[in-house]
C-alpha cells in the first residue's frame, strides 16, 4: 500500500498517527550520583607510581571516519600505563583500558583515578571495578578542561605529532601511526611534567 493511499485512509477514518518521543539513550547519560569530587585539584605531581592516574578519551579522525583513543597516564613518570582503541565510545573501551592497566600494574590498592564525568566514567561498571580493586575515583568539575590538563595536553601533543607530521592516507594507516607513536612516548619521548 502506497504512502498516498495510507494517507486517504487514515483521513475517512478520522486516524491520526502517533508519534513517539525518541528519549536519549540511557546508556550515554552521566549517572548523577556517581559524580565524584575532584580528589586530585590540580595538583598532578606525585612522588612514586601509581598513586595517581588521569584517564581519558579522544576522537582519531580521518577523511570522515573516526575511531576513539582511551587512554590512561600515570601522573609520577608520565608515561602510558595501558590504551586501547576502538570504533564505539562506549563503557567497554573505558573497562578494557582500565581492566588493561590493572592486569599490568596489578598492585593498585590506594590508587587514586581522575576523569572527567563522561557518562562511561559514572557508569556502575565502572564503579565497580574501580571499588573491588581499591582505586578511589576522582572527576573533573564539569566542563572544566584544566582540571585534567595532562590528559588534555598528551592528546594535543599526541595528534600534534601523529596526524599533523604524516603523509596520512586512511583512517587504518593514522590508527597504526599513533601505535607506534604511543611506544615512542613511552620510552623515548621526553616528557613534559609541568602542568600546573
Known sequence: ???KKVQRIMHKYHLRPKYTKRTKNQAYKRIEENVMPNLVNRNFNTDAP????????????????RAYLSTILDLYDRKIVAYKISNR???DIVLDTLNEAIRIRKDVK??????????????FQYKKVCESNGITIS???KGTLIDDSP???????LK???????????LEEYIDIVKDWLIF???KRIKNRDYN
Open 1 to 3: 500500500m502506497n504512502h
Open 50 to 65: 601509581n598513586k595517581i592516574w588521569v584517564t581519558d578519551i579522544t576522537y582519531l579522525i580521518f577523511n570522515n571516519k
Open 89 to 91: 565510545n562506549d563503557i
Open 110 to 123: 590506594g590508587l587514586i583515578l581522575h576523569s572527567d564525568q563522561g557518562h562511561q566514567y559514572t557508569s
Open 139 to 141: 572527576m573533573s568539575r
Open 151 to 157: 590528559m588534555e595536553s598528551f592528546h594535543g601533543i
Open 160 to 170: 600534534k605529532e601523529t596526524l599533523y607530521n604524516n603523509d596520512i592516507t586512511n
Open 185 to 187: 612516548y613511552n620510552t
